[in-house]
């Protein structure tokens, strides 16, 4: 009996597969800087409390660019989980850890254009390929407040209700937003370009589907405080109104 009490317990380890944004950096560094930059500012706070991988597969780059780079991301709050496609001499203790086995998604890039892709919301953890299922949905009757995000990328996800400034939605398929969007929704995030935004009334931060993104300056005044439809046509952001 004594034996049983005082033999210390085991530590559980469990798998977890969390979600990240994946940033793709291109040279030279300061120009991509730059762009990353106006992303930020047309949307604030879109990297706050957001884990964050560096694909840097396939970059000539030496050890100092990359502490430089990661450097100059932390004094822009993006916080760096892990890097993918790294050689093992670029990594040392001083830099976050290696990481493989991402699926591909769609780059990061500030929008030179109309039509520039956003990052897209990706699985770090190394799954295995998922058999075909019905769709599913979620359906929220509760207000999404600022600072929550709501993840469900498994099929549609319907709010009845508003989604607060600071707050964001991340599905798998389309958003249906039952009252004011104001904050973030990023509809089709695993690749389904077929998905849509719908929102009884426009006042987002920020809308994206299958990786390509608008910003509240690109949505134009016109759009605010009207009921909107969104959908990709053709890799293109089309709108459309619900009224």
């Known amino acids: 009996m004594t034996n049983v009490l005082t033999q210390p317990r085991p530590i559980r380890l469990k798998g977890r597969s969390f979600l990240a944004l994946a940033l793709t950096p291109e040279l030279p560094f300061e120009d991509w800087l730059v762009r990353l930059d106006d992303l930020a500012s047309r949307s604030t706070g879109f990297f706050m409390r957001r884990p964050v991988v560096l694909d840097i597969t396939g970059m000539e780059i030496d050890r100092s660019q990359l502490h430089g780079l990661v450097e100059q991301l932390r004094t822009r709050n993006v916080r760096i989980m892990g890097i993918e496609g790294a050689r093992p001499s670029l990594l040392d203790a001083n830099l976050p850890p290696a990481m493989t086995d991402g699926r591909p998604t769609s780059d990061i890039e500030a929008p030179p254009n109309e039509d520039t892709k956003a990052g897209a919301v990706e699985a770090v953890a190394p799954q295995a390929p998922q058999p075909a299922k019905a769709p599913s949905s979620l359906v929220v009757t509760q207000p999404v407040r600022s600072g929550q995000s709501l993840i469900f990328t498994e099929g549609d996800v319907t709010i009845v209700g508003s989604v607060a400034s600071g707050a964001e939605v991340i599905a ?72």
């Open 172 to 243: 798998g398929g389309s958003i249906h937003i039952y009252g004011t969007l104001r904050g973030r929704a990023m509809a089709g995030t695993m690749g389904n370009a077929s998905a849509r935004i719908f929102c009884r009334k426009l006042e987002a931060e920020l809308v994206a589907i299958d990786g390509y993104y608008k910003t509240a300056e690109d949505l134009g005044s016109d759009l605010r405080g009207k009921p909107v439809q969104f959908w990709l046509e053709d890799d293109t952001f089309k709108f459309g109104s619900l009224a």
